[in-house]
T-cell receptor, first 118, second 114 residues
């Protein structure tokens, strides 16, 4: 149980275009979904926290107009990278907390999306 | 605010040898503690977690970790490492009042020599 999927697993886009990444909790309802960015050989950097039906909370330094997050349902959150540039190339990982579990920080992670902007 | 330190950036062990990965946290109360493993190009998989109770917790793949309040540590151990254990390991701390957020350490890269 507690499976999180991400789509696509990898994507290449041209500079200036936008790309959408989906994060789905497959067998549970997610109270909260998190979006992380990970650079090679580094830890996860939390970008934003999203709750169903409300605006995402962005971490300091993350451009909310560039990284649009929509959390339309208890099982789906999307991250749209707008006007992508090569420096946005990275590994993006989402995670979710189970609505049926006590709030503990335990997160279920998706497999990640490799974004390359050319 | 809580913080997590993983003092070892890179550890190399021989296959069959024992392993200990260190994790120290900073938080005023008892935190929730986690160890995750990440293979290259993959998401994170939960190895084990500590919420309360027995301070020695067992996880998947033969891993265990011990919560030591006096040392603010939550070290991960495995008695005999397999080549497939080579990966990145992250320690994380969560707190009840933090809306489910966790703070992650910088990770330890484990290399297993044949």
């Amino acid at each position: 149980g507690a499976v999180v999927s991400q789509h696509p697993s990898w994507v290449i886009c041209k500079s200036g275009t936008s790309v959408k990444i989906e994060c789905r909790s497959l067998d549970f309802q997610a109270t909260t979904m998190f979006w992380y960015r990970q650079f090679p050989k580094q830890s996860l950097m939390l970008m934003a926290t999203s709750n169903e039906g409300s605006k995402a909370t962005y971490e300091q330094g993350v451009e909310k107009d560039k990284f649009l997050i929509n959390h339309a349902s208890l099982t789906l959150s999307t991250l749209t990278v707008t006007s992508a540039h090569p420096e946005d190339s990275s590994f993006y990982i989402c995670s979710a907390t189970d609505r049926g579990a006590p709030p503990s920080g335990e997160q279920y992670f998706g497999p990640g999306t490799r974004l390359t902007v050319t | 605010a809580q913080s997590v330190t993983q003092p070892d950036i890179h550890i190399t062990v021989s296959e069959g040898a024992s392993l200990e990965l260190r994790c120290n946290y900073s938080y005023g109360a008892t935190p929730y503690l986690f160890w995750y493993v990440q293979s290259p190009g993959q998401g994170l998989q939960l190895l084990l977690k500590y919420f309360s109770g027995d301070t020695l917790v067992q996880g998947i793949k033969g891993f265990e970790a011990e919560f030591k309040r006096s040392q603010s540590s939550f070290n991960l151990r495995k008695p005999s490492v397999h080549w497939s254990d080579a990966a990145e390991y992250f320690c994380a701390v969560g707190v009840r009042t933090n809306a489910g957020k966790s703070t992650f350490g910088d990770g330890t890269t484990l290399t297993v020599k044949p």
